[in-house]
């Protein structure tokens, strides 16, 4: 179809929903909390049959209301011969619309109003009142369009249309979702303003006595005459003034300017990841007296370099970045973005003792790196996982020379001011590293990120950045080792490492003068609470994994010991022994946190998820998350493993991760099994014990003294269900979430670490069911259900907050066991 004959069916569309938008002033003191205003509320959506609708909406079109974030593939049934793969979460994409029809104040007529979208994947197009904004083919980036020449005032409504075409796959490696997946939101200005993320805040000098702070604002007139302007910029840590800067300047009609302020701070908090102080600047823009626009930037007091001897040097100290990699979807919630989910995914990474984030392999809601900055993670922001040569056959590599310096200038000018972000990642295991287009390529997008920040340095994820005789390496060969064309480019500030840790030690030989950093590491494999119970039978995998996966483990499984790695990968431990010995090795970043929908490697279909978590899907903790808390925190650990239900006389691995002691003593229904220590590097400490049932108990002890004790417990027949939300109370926004872990348990309360009963889940009151996940890769149950099979006795419920402060009532039950009934307040 035509884009004229779109157009025209856009045109004739009858409005059937109304939704008003209150454009706020900007002249008084409310002017800072209403330029940005959420318009998640109050859409239609209609998603097309590719064969039957084609490309065309109407008036008979038959539309459901929603509200934003949405992501309609994760509504879907799992397919295994959909279009986007397995490696795509076998969910299918297609082709949606929505739209939404609003009123605008008719005093707003002197204002400019501007719609952003945080991310709409993919191929977007907007149309307001029949008039065609645009197309923006990246599914991840943020983008704006005006609204202002085409909007009604007064009672006339506005529709605004909105097509996503997610129909041509695989144009992912990983599960995309679809649809309006992030934010939207109004924005309204006088039309003297602080251009969006105009702003750029930088401290040339920084330490505890003294802060500088030097700030850009660019400003934009669209009156169509000269305007004097006062702009004001006041620094503020939280309701706090702490100084406030003043300049006055002429703006020509319908032009802009950037200008320069400094000023100063006396004794500043610095931004740390123990301590993640933040300050911000709130810019205020008067003419002839009138406040037209207040922007708010929040920021960060830190230093920090990478140094090739040194590595990580964080206001002055050495810090080992301790981070993770993530990909974008939350679970059971697919795509559709939601601040709490992310932010219960920090938080279980936090107790990990995680301090860094990469946000794999494109740029991420905006929010996540909100959470960043207020919570303490060191962020490697990357930009793109292929630039002209495709991965897969549909993807962004077909709009790469169209879109790609705007796509990167835009995500550079939004992230910039973050202060948790300390590098910037131009690529991930791009084809062209390894030729002389690659070089140019990566001179070019340096170029282009140093001219918008020169604070940060560059690099690139390469697999790995190493070559021997034009063939890449994992192991070190002192025979004609050379760089790769981008790392020999001169366009890297950072080498980034992608596995190849055997090389890690040789670094500073092949890259003289230039910081590590390990960009992706380890791909380990794991499934929640399955065990091969003697590792004799698993220690081939790492060497062959493709005997064992190919003959085919029970229900797709792979063995929670650390044990278990992909040919390129290693296990857990493997990468940390190395990076942890030599300062030099500034940090690495994990594949992956969280398990996510898509690429389940080494499987395939029936698997529909990875296995490279350290947590699963719904975000439970498998077994090597303690290896990293006894490694990355202080907390005393003492964690071991694997459950106590096996067969009479079974030879079984007894594993214990543990800090903070001396020795750990198992013992077996009160019989000593002897005390153990780790021994040289090791990381953890094993017994091989015959099986029989009863309590096995780990005590940890310093100087003879108990750190901790620990017990399993052989578990009788399933017999209860025990539920537990994170959290009790919720916010009434319509937003906010409780996730809701039910464990299934004998009669005595004991946990049941091998049932997997289907538990249905019902709930009462002004809420509803948004998530159903056991962490399962292979079910093809459901996320939007009211049921869901536990996996390995654990299940997880999401519960959403309606738009009313109420008691919600939570109902977990299952064949023939004891129901589970569990209270959630929401409050306004």
């Known amino acids: 179809m035509t884009q004229h004959y779109t157009t025209q069916i856009i045109k004739t569309l009858a409005a059937f929903s109304l939704f008003t938008f209150i454009a706020c002033g900007t002249k008084d003191s409310k002017a800072l909390a209403e330029r940005k205003t959420s318009f998640n509320s109050g859409w239609k959506f209609h998603l097309n049959d590719s064969i039957k609708d084609r490309d065309t909406i109407g008036t008979a079109t038959q539309w459901r209301t929603l509200n934003l974030p949405h992501d309609w593939s994760i509504e879907g049934n799992f397919d295994e011969k959909s279009p986007a793969g397995v490696g795509g979460g076998a969910l299918n994409g297609g082709l949606g619309w929505y739209k939404k029809t609003f009123t605008v104040k008719a005093q707003d007529s002197t204002k400019l109003t501007t719609i952003l979208f945080d991310g709409i994947y993919r191929n977007s197009e907007v149309w307001i009142n029949g008039h065609y904004l645009g197309k923006r083919p990246n599914g991840y980036i943020s983008f704006r369009y005006n609204l202002t020449p085409y909007l009604n005032y007064g009672d006339k409504q506005n529709e605004i249309i909105v097509k996503a075409n997610n129909s041509k796959q695989p144009n992912s490696r990983w599960y995309s979702g679809s649809g309006i997946y992030r934010n939207v939101w109004l924005e309204t200005t006088g039309k003297v303003h602080v251009k969006a993320d105009g702003t750029y805040i930088t401290t040339p000098v920084a330490n505890t006595t003294k802060a500088n702070l030097k700030?850009?604002?660019?400003?934009?007139?669209?009156?169509?005459?000269?305007?004097?302007?006062?702009i004001t910029t006041t620094i503020y840590k939280g309701d706090k003034e702490i100084t406030a800067v003043t300049k006055e300047l002429k703006l020509p009609a319908n032009a802009e300017q950037t200008i320069s302020q400094e000023t100063g701070i006396e004794n500043p908090e610095l931004w740390s990841v123990e301590k993640p102080e933040l300050y911000k600047a709130v810019t205020e823009v008067k003419v002839d007296g009138d406040i037209l626009d207040t922007y708010e930037t929040p920021f960060g007091i830190r230093t920090f370099k990478f140094d090739a001897t040194k590595g990580f040097i964080l206001n002055g100290k050495h810090v080992k970045i301790k981070g993770v990699c993530l990909h974008h979807d939350l679970g059971a919630l697919g795509s559709a973005f939601n601040t709490r989910a992310m932010e219960r995914e920090l938080e279980i990474m936090k107790e990990m003792g995680v301090n860094g984030i990469r946000t794999t392999h494109n740029p991420p809601a905006p929010e996540l790196l909100d959470l960043c900055d207020k919570m303490g993670f060191i962020v490697m922001d990357e930009s793109f996982d292929m630039w002209k040569q495709a991965k897969n056959p549909d993807d962004y590599s077909k709009d790469w020379d169209k879109w790609h310096v705007t796509d990167l200038q835009d995500q550079l000018y939004r992230d910039r001011n973050h202060p948790s972000i300390f590098i910037w990642s131009i690529g991930n295991e791009i084809p062209e590293q390894w030729n002389e287009q690659g070089a140019k390529i990566g001179k070019e997008l340096a170029a282009i990120v140093k001219a918008i920040d020169t604070t940060r340095p560059i690099t690139a994820a390469m697999n790995p950045p190493i070559?021997?005789?034009?063939?890449?390496?994992?192991?070190?060969?002192?025979?004609?080792?050379?760089?790769?064309?981008?790392?020999?480019?001169?366009?890297?500030?950072?080498?980034?490492?992608?596995?190849?840790?055997?090389?890690?030690?040789?670094?500073?030989?092949?890259?003289?003068?230039?910081?590590?950093?390990?960009?992706?590491?380890?791909?380990?494999?794991?499934?929640?609470?399955y065990y091969d119970a003697n590792s004799d039978t698993i220690k081939q995998w790492p060497v062959r994994w493709d005997i064992p996966f190919n003959e085919g483990n029970p229900g797709n499984t792979v063995s929670a010991y650390d044990q278990v790695q992909t040919p390129w990968g290693s296990t857990h431990e493997a990468t940390w022994k190395v990076i942890k010995k030599h300062d030099y090795l500034s940090g690495m970043y994990i594949w992956t946190g969280f398990d996510y929908i898509g690429e389940p490697t080494p499987y395939g279909w029936p698997s529909i998820s990875s296995y490279f978590g350290i947590a699963d899907l719904a975000g439970f903790p498998k077994d090597v998350y303690y290896m990293y808390q006894s490694e990355w925190t202080n907390k005393p650990v003492l964690?071991?493993?694997?459950?106590?239900?096996?067969?009479?006389?079974?030879?079984?691995?007894?594993?214990?991760?543990?800090?903070?002691?001396?020795?750990v003593e198992l013992y077996l229904n009160g019989k000593s099994l002897g005390k153990k220590s780790k021994q040289g590097d090791d990381l953890h400490i094993i017994w091989k014990v015959p099986y029989e049932p009863g309590t096995l108990k780990a005590i940890s002890r310093?100087?003879?003294?108990?750190?901790?004790?620990?017990?399993?417990?052989?578990?009788?027949?399933?017999?209860?269900?025990?539920?537990?939300?994170?959290r009790a109370t919720i916010k009434a926004d319509g937003n906010d979430l409780s996730f809701v872990t039910v464990d299934i348990t004998d009669a005595k309360g004991v946990f049941a670490a091998t049932a997997n009963n289907e538990i249905t889940f019902t709930l009462k009151g002004n809420g509803k069911i948004v998530g159903v996940c056991s962490g399962d890769p292979v079910s093809h149950e459901s996320y939007k259900g009211n049921k869901h099979t536990a996996l390995n006795g654990k299940c997880l419920v999401i519960i959403q907050a309606g738009d009313k402060a109420d008691n919600l009532e939570l109902a977990a039950s299952a064949a023939g066991l004891k129901n589970s009934v569990i209270q959630i307040k929401t409050a306004n």
Do not use: M
């Not at 700030?215 to 006062?230: D, R």
């Not at 052989?714 to 539920?723: C, E, F, R, S, V």
């Open 467 to 529: 070559v021997v005789n034009n063939n890449v390496t994992t192991q070190f060969d002192n025979a004609a080792a050379q760089p790769n064309a981008l790392a020999a480019s001169g366009a890297l500030d950072l080498i980034g490492y992608n596995y190849a840790h055997q090389t890690y030690t040789q670094h500073q030989k092949n890259f003289p003068n230039i910081p590590f950093i390990a960009t992706e590491t380890t791909s380990a494999l794991a499934t929640r609470g």
């Open 215 to 230: 700030l850009q604002t660019i400003v934009k007139n669209e009156f169509a005459a000269e305007k004097s302007a006062e």
């Open 639 to 663: 964690h071991i493993f694997p459950h106590w239900n096996w067969k009479a006389g079974q030879n079984v691995d007894v594993w214990a991760y543990y800090n903070n002691a001396d020795e």
């Open 702 to 726: 310093k100087n003879g003294k108990t750190v901790l004790e620990k017990e399993i417990k052989t578990a009788g027949a399933p017999a209860a269900l025990k539920a537990t939300a994170d």
